[in-house]
């Protein structure tokens, strides 16, 4: 794609506006950036970039800067503004950071999605790689944004890329060499029209997939697993509990990879991580790896001393026999019911946050069955409440402190605080 001279508007001026800038003046195209935040809300990133000769909106969009671009490039988690629709209508050309960066890449992309795990399998994949001797990169959501890795990159480099739905909305030949979907439950209901075109936005990961390339799909969800046949990939799958080749599977307690051969990798009490989510996306990492060359003695090593996220299933504290643990990364009600899943003792529940969309009424048998009480705060709290009556006590706490104070006074020795 040439891009000297052309006019190139960037939406949102965050960590993938500022590599996207950075990028599009090193390729000596006209930038200018359109963001929602106030200019004192930005700080003095304004006068840096303005110095350097980019044009910056804020505090708003105007319908006449998007009207007046060759190129629109989004930062991820825009929403589909009326701007954007206007440019549609006029066909000016509108992509995401990642569709961008894909044209000037020579190295592979392993480009992770899924509605949950997808940090961790990123993280996870690339410690692997890194270990077993190859010059991997993590970019993407958890990592550095892609673009950033285009001035220095080379054909041996590989780049383990964390995918939002945001990002490959506005994709259309991004394609990774190596795709993983973890599994696919509604999320970002409040900003995908449906969950029909989330969905779709996560399979566009398979859509450009040549032969040559490979998918990893989990066996056991079936919208992930319904995907095995949309490309002209090489399939794996994983599976807790089918058997399944060529891929990794649960068998007793040891985990299995199989391709030409079975081989055990390791066992599943060997995983530093709490919850059976964290088997599929161990199982996950793990087939990237083999498929670039790792032995499995390898990829098990990394794996034992893997020490997780913070804020994804973290032990924070123990007190008087009261385990507290912060999976506030658990964003979803798919994950939530995971996070419960984790947990044999019975659990004091601190639930709310900002509402997605989702169903939470979900969540009523695994609360009936494992939680003691829940304490409900922010802005969710009210739609919670009313999915969950009639399940167990229900407290609302108006800051995080009193709804730890509430769930300690709760909990008995032996028991669990849960933020989720």
Partial sequence: MELKGKKVLVVGLGKTGEALCRFLLNERAQVTVSEKKRAEELGPKISFWQQKGVRVEAGGHSQKTFLEADLIVLSPGVPWLPELEAAKTQRIKIISEIELAFGFLRGKIVGITGSNGKSTTATLTHKILKEGGIEAFLAGNIGTPLVSFIEENTKDHIYVTELSSFQLKHSEKFRPSISVILNITPDHLDWHPSFRDYRQSKNKLLASQEEG???????????????????????????????????????????????????????????????????????????????????????????????????????????????????????????????????????????????????????????????????????????????????????????????????????????????A
């Fill in 213 to 419: 390339d490979s998918a990893i799909l989990n066996r056991d969800d079936p919208l992930t697993w319904a995907l095995r046949k949309k490309g002209k990939f090489r399939l794996y799958g994983f599976s807790r509990k089918s058997k399944v080749s060529p891929g990794c599977f649960l068998q007793g307690e040891w985990i299995i990879l199989s391709d030409t051969k079975e081989e055990k990798l390791i066992r599943a009490s060997e995983i530093p991580l709490l919850g059976i989510h964290n088997q599929e996306n161990v199982m996950a990492s793990a087939l990237v790896a083999h498929i670039l060359g790792i032995p499995v003695s390898r990829i098990k090593e990394s794996i034992k001393n893997f020490e997780g996220l913070e804020h994804r299933l973290e032990k924070v504290s123990t007190l008087e026999g009261v385990d507290f643990y912060n999976d506030s990364k658990a964003t979803n009600v798919d994950a939530t019911l995971k996070s419960i899943q984790s947990f044999e003792q019975k659990i004091i529940l601190i639930l709310g946050g900002r509402d997605k969309g989702g169903d939470f009424k979900k969540l009523k048998k695994p609360v009936k069955e494992r939680v003691k009480e829940i304490i409900l705060l922010g802005e969710a709290k009210e739609k919670i409440k009313s999915a969950l009556k009639n399940t167990v006590p229900m407290k609302i706490a108006s800051s995080m402190k009193e709804a730890v104070r509430l769930g300690y006074s709760e909990a008995k020795s032996g028991e669990v605080v849960l933020l």
